[in-house]
């Protein structure tokens, strides 16, 4: 076995620590930054994570791996680190991120049935009605799911109960329309209409009389 087959079996981070080592002097210093950022973002090293965040000019809270497309934010949404999320909200990360599969944060959160970290990214201005890569938005995972408190959720910040996914042209309402163990799904859409309906009236004025 070679040198660079040694390096391949012992996985993607010495893989790519590696290929750092091929790059002109710059880009390797940018290329160990952020491996070493992300790095620090698993091993919940705050010391090292904030020191390369306060370096002059720096962009890294978005770096993202380079074989999955996640950022900072999807690692920590993914260990429901609430204290790690809300630290690199306030540096500057992105909510609405997406990786390799087109998926953000907020939909990490919605897999998890993470009600507390969607909400400290919607709160962050996530995009609701945000797509992956087939089409689907966090309404429809969550519809999927059965995940009532998220999808009550979702609708309070505006999501679009009528957006249709690519895979099926399903949209939220057509799932939980179809899911008959579950009609409560459905009647939180419904109650959210009809809010949303009450809610665009326009209010009646009255003048004096008389």
Excluded: C
């Amino acid at each position: 076995m070679d040198g660079f087959s040694r390096i391949v079996t012992r996985g993607p981070w010495a893989l790519l620590a590696a290929l750092a080592l091929l790059l002109p002097g710059a880009a390797q210093a940018q290329f160990s930054d952020s491996y070493n950022f992300l790095k620090a973002v698993r091993e919940r090293d705050g010391d090292k994570a904030t020191q390369l965040l306060n370096e002059p000019g720096s962009t890294i809270v978005n770096t993202k791996d380079i074989t999955s497309g996640e950022t900072a934010l999807h690692i920590v949404t993914a260990r429901r680190d609430l204290t790690w999320m809300g630290f690199l909200l306030q540096r500057g990360a992105n909510p609405n991120a997406r990786d390799k599969d087109g998926i953000t944060p907020l939909m990490i959160a919605t897999n998890l049935r993470f009600v507390e970290g969607a909400d400290t990214l919607l709160s962050r201005k996530a995009q609701v009605d945000a797509t992956n890569n087939s089409g689907e938005t966090a309404l429809i995972r969550a519809v999927q799911l059965r995940d009532l408190a998220m999808v009550r959720l979702l609708l309070k910040n505006g999501a679009n109960p009528d957006k249709q996914d690519t895979i099926a042209g399903q949209s939220a309402r057509d799932y939980a329309d179809g899911d008959f163990r579950n009609p409560q799904i459905l009647e939180a859409i419904v109650a959210n209409d009809k809010e949303r309906k009450e809610g665009t009236k326009t209010p009646k004025v009255f003048g004096p009389t008389g």
